[in-house]
């Protein structure tokens, strides 16, 4: 053979030597609790389901969401 055949499968053979000799990566937070430990959400950017839920039965009707969101148009509507 060649130096013409020999030349790819050498390349080849480094490559497959160079990326089993790398170590996995991990991400940084690859704790379980890195989820928990992120900042909260600004006040004002997520809904109060307790205060929506005026007779407190666990779900919200279209007639309580109806009436929150007439008394609570939003940035964009005021």
Do not use: C, F, Q
């Not at 030349?7 to 053979?13: G, M």
């Not at 379980?32 to 919200?60: L, Q, Y």
């Amino acid at each position: 053979m060649t130096l013409r055949h020999w030349a790819p499968l050498a390349l080849i053979a480094l490559a497959g030597a160079a990326t089993a000799a790398e170590p996995a990566k991990k991400p940084a937070t690859s704790t379980p609790h890195a989820a928990a430990k992120k900042p909260a959400e600004s006040v004002g950017a997520t809904r109060d389901w307790g205060r929506i839920d005026t007779n407190k039965d666990g779900s919200i009707s279209p007639e309580e969401m109806e009436k929150y969101l007439a008394e609570n148009p939003g940035p964009l509507k005021k």
